[in-house]
């Protein structure tokens, strides 16, 4: 009966377009006419090597629809379905007339594209001439498709090398790696900070500084630069790490000698609800917890992360510091330091899927914090080896910070395949305030008798920052082996501090301000940058050039200080031209050689540019910025080699060169002791120069293999050598100029990461990581951190060697209905010994030794839970068109 019925109404529509039409022509391939809207496609897809079904695909086809305005035909997206558990999907209600292009993607698969027909054709002279053409008709419209399979992702040379469905904790290929953080058993419960030790060619000191290649990165957020430093982000929320070490003209060109860290949150996108929750403690008595939750439905995205973390930081030192004076003299102290705090992280957001082309996303995040250190510094002086005094200093800081932001982006897909705009705009504010107090009392030698008064200073400060991003990017695949990049980029930052600084006057016993050293300082740095990039292909060869244009400005003022009202400084850079070109070839299926070449720059920071000092680490140091600092410019070349050698497994060798001109140092000079002026002695101040020049270059292997089937090895080795060529500058010693000498070492630190699989749940990670004698790091721009920073890093200057091991266990439970549990226990630095050791000295002034610990065999326990449905019943898109009954007929193509 119901072929009968469908013969029939077949019949019936095919005589009604039939009649439409002149001369007897219904619209077909090419044409404008109305189309018949019964067909159905159907198949499964399958893994091209195993057969298995493919879980989670997308499958898209697309026709031709002819445009009203533009009297032309144009693509559309006729119908997109999220295929079965078991690999199955059905497209239904389509036009029967036409070719079409089906796609398919999926995670961890190569993109499937079939061109397809019903392969319907009208006779010759129309329908009604051939009475068997109705019967055969029928039969065409139901279609089946087969099994379509589908290869896996293959060890190109940009992309990632590690391609299973399921994540492996390392994914390296030879432009990024990529560290999925959810496999990161020693991370669980802490910030950003933790998770970079254990990926490759990345340290973290014991204060949580973090370096590339002995540089500092830029910091990204979903792929757009941020103001939240890394101790600011909880691990928990984390979906992945990629560090891109010379990236191409798309990308912003700031970061100047050091990569790119662009660090991926959670976002799940599966059509249903999941979400989980965590809590836990550590040894120190500290807190952690936190949550998240995500759902799909229809047109709907949604999510939500939040967190609350206690932090303890305690760390321990010696300095010993031998100054040129006339008479010389030598200072030895010791310092204990304990930093208490918290800060609660949320962000959530929405996806809005317009149509099949169309997506608009919002999305927000609120973090605030607050946190007290004291620290006790006792310093024992000498002067031509007798012992002259004794200083005890005593400080207590409390400090808050807040952080707002948003972003809005859309995106369009074109009916192309890959073709896509996007538009981006983020907005980032931060607020700090400290009140800090530091109190240095002189006592006789072997006394408890003060030499003199004590020296009572507070400062008070508050801070802003407003950092304003709007970007645009545009891609178009020429063809299958060609594609065009292009885009534009305006940022926007505002900062401003707020500095007063008082002193205890013990005559009145009130705290006088300091005009002289107090400030008022704000300034605005404006980015406007376009690029273009152009990839393709000749047989084996791949290549991508790009070009960005960057011009610059900065404005600061200074507000009401020793009674002017204000004054300004202001430099424009010139437009700046950044390119940036790679070379890939394919020696075989799969082994691959690349060369690539980009030029960076590198703007100083707010801290490095405001020229008003420091007291903090008073009288040991004061801090103090340049207003007149340059940007350093940074000339890239790498040289890769990359293997998959065997399943899951990567070799990958990288030879990399780096020349940085106007290269930012920091650089110690003595001077006047502004906070106390009454007395003789001078002390010294820390800043910032341009130094002549800096090279580094290096070679770097790292390796990721499956030992056996319950052991996995990581291991990172990192060979280089840093140069600063600092002859440009003069150290004054009190008797004449010294030029300071160039500075070299040949360096290297390693890193091994093991990850066991134990059966019944259990799974352990052990890693370690050792560097040896190392420069101290040529620049330091930002890049997040821990809340202290003791170390004088000059131009001349090296770290000693230190080593350390992590490790954590972990159980796993799997219960029905989606849910999920785990309990993880992990220490830090288990045998004590990560000690960060170094020797600094300026030419003609002083030398200085260091010797600090901080957050030694720190014990963590937590336990994490998580649900969630997974249910493509509540897929609930709304039909392209709407539903045809047996007679009904639309335009082909329906709506886009």
Same mark, same amino acid.
């Given at each position: ?14 005589? +009604?377009? !039939? ?29 091209? /090597? ?70 319907? /054709? ?20 139901? /279609? ?92 928990? +929320? ?171 982006? !859309? ?105 002289? +050293?107090?400030?008022?300082? /704000? ?165 910032? +120069? ?207």
């Amino acid at each position: 009966m119901r072929k009968i019925t469908l013969t029939l109404s077949f019949t019936i529509i095919v005589v +009604i377009a !039939y009649s439409q039409f002149p001369a007897g022509r219904p619209g077909g391939e090419g044409m404008g006419g109305q189309n018949i809207n019964i067909g159905h496609f159907y198949g499964k897809l399958v893994d091209a /090597k195993t057969n298995k079904p493919i879980v989670d695909a997308t499958v898209q086809l697309i026709g031709n629809k002819f445009d009203t305005v533009t009297k032309k035909m144009k693509e559309v997206i006729l119908a997109t379905v999220l295929a079965k558990p078991n690999g199955d999907f059905s497209l239904e209600n389509l036009p029967v007339f036409g070719t079409f292009k089906l796609s398919a993607t999926a995670i961890g698969y190569k993109a499937l594209s079939q061109n397809l027909s019903f392969g319907i /054709k009208f006779p010759a002279g129309g329908a009604t001439q051939d009475p068997n053409f109705m019967q055969q008709m029928l039969g065409m419209v139901d /279609k089946d498709l087969g099994n379509l399979k589908m290869e896996s992702e293959s060890n190109d040379l940009g992309n990632v090398t590690v391609s299973a469905p399921i994540k492996q904790q390392f994914e390296l290929g030879i432009d990024r790696k990529i560290f999925n953080v959810d496999k990161n058993l020693e991370s669980t419960g802490q910030t950003a900070t933790e998770v970079m030790k254990n990926i490759p060619s990345i340290n973290v000191d014991i204060d949580g500084n973090v370096t590339l290649r002995n540089a500092t990165p830029t910091i990204f957020i979903d792929d757009r630069p941020t103001t939240l430093t890394l101790d600011q982000i909880p691990a928990d +929320i984390i979906d992945k790490i990629e560090i891109i070490t010379n990236p191409s003209a798309k990308y912003d060109a700031s970061g100047g000698n050091a990569g790119i860290i662009n660090i991926i949150l959670k976002k799940n996108k599966k059509i249903g609800y999941n979400g989980g929750f965590r809590t836990g403690a550590d040894s120190y008595g500290k807190f952690n917890g936190g949550g998240d939750f995500n759902v799909r439905q229809g047109k709907i995205n949604a999510f939500v992360n939040f967190s609350y973390n206690q932090r303890k930081f305690k760390s321990n030192g010696t300095t010993d510091q031998n100054n040129f004076f006339n008479p010389p003299s030598n200072v030895y102290s010791t310092q204990d330091a304990v930093n208490n705090g918290e800060f609660k992280f949320i962000r959530g957001g929405f996806d809005y899927l317009a149509d099949n082309r169309n997506t608009i996303t919002i999305a927000g995040n609120y973090v605030k914090g607050q946190f007290n250190s004291n620290t006790t510094l006792n310093s024992d002086s000498t002067i031509s080896s007798i012992y002259a005094a004794n200083n005890q200093g005593i400080s207590n800081a409390d400090r808050s910070f807040e952080n707002k932001g948003a972003q809005l982006g !859309y995106k369009h897909n074109f009916a192309k395949n890959g073709e896509n705009l996007t538009a981006d705009l983020n907005y980032n504010a931060s607020t700090n305030y400290s009140n800090s107090n530091n109190n240095i009392y002189t006592y006789f030698p072997n006394t408890s008798t003060q030499k003199q008064p004590p020296l009572l200073q507070q400062t008070l400060t508050d801070g802003s920052q407003k950092y304003y991003t709007i970007q645009s990017d545009y891609e178009n695949p020429i063809s299958d082996s060609k594609k065009f990049e292009a885009g534009v980029r305006a940022a926007i930052r505002d900062f401003g501090n707020n500095s007063t600084q008082l002193k205890y006057n013990n005559n009145t016993g009130n705290y006088d301000k300091l005009p002289g +050293i107090s400030n008022n300082y /704000k300034f605005n740095d404006q980015v406007y940058a376009a690029y273009v990039n152009y990839k393709g292909k000749i047989n084996k060869l791949g290549y991508q050039i790009g070009l960005r244009a960057e011009s610059s400005s900065y404005t600061g003022t200074l507000l009401n200080v020793n009674g002017a009202d204000s004054s300004n400084f202001s430099v424009k850079y010139p437009v700046s031209l950044f390119p940036s070109a790679f070379l890939t070839y394919k020696l075989t299926d799969k082994q691959d050689v690349q060369i690539n070449y980009s030029r960076r720059v590198n703007r100083p920071n707010f801290f490095q540019l405001i020229p008003f000092p420091n007291y903090s680490n008073y009288p040991v140091s004061v801090s103090v910025g340049n207003p007149v600092l340059n940007p350093e410019f940074t000339n890239s070349m790498e040289l890769s080699y990359n293997n998959a050698y065997k399943p899951k497994a990567n070799f990958l060798a990288t030879a990399y060169f780096k020349y940085t001109t106007n290269l930012i140092t920091q650089y110690i000079y003595r001077g006047k002791d502004q906070l106390n002026p009454n007395t003789s002695d001078s002390i010294y101040y820390s800043t910032y +120069i341009n130094a002549n020049s800096g090279i580094s270059y290096g070679l770097e292997l790292t390796n990721n293999m499956p030992v056996t089937k319950w052991w996995d090895l990581l291991l990172n080795l990192n060979l280089f050598n840093s140069k600063i060529n600092a002859n440009n500058i003069n150290a004054n010693n009190g008797n004449g100029e010294v030029a300071l000498a160039t500075n070299s070492i040949l360096s290297y630190f390693a890193k091994i990461n093991n990850n066991f699989k134990l059966g019944k749940g259990y799974s352990l990670q052990i890693s370690g990581n050792y560097q040896s004698k190392t420069v101290l790091p040529q620049s330091n721009n930002g890049g997040g951190g821990g809340p202290f920073n003791q170390v004088q890093t000059t131009a001349q200057g090296y770290l000693l060697p230190r080593w350390s091991m992590d490790a954590a266990i972990r159980k796993d439970w799997t219960w029905k209905k989606g849910q999920s549990g785990s309990l993880t226990l992990g220490m830090n630095d288990i045998f004590r010994t990560n000690y960060q050791e170094s020797f600094s000295e300026q030419t003609g002034l002083f030398n200085q030794d260091n010797r600090r610990i901080s957050n030694p065999q720190i014990l963590r326990l937590t336990f994490s839970y998580r649900f969630g449905k997974f249910d493509a019943s509540l897929f609930k898109r709304k039909n392209l068109k709407s539903t045809p009954d047996t007679g009904s007929m639309d335009m082909m193509g329906g709506g886009n």
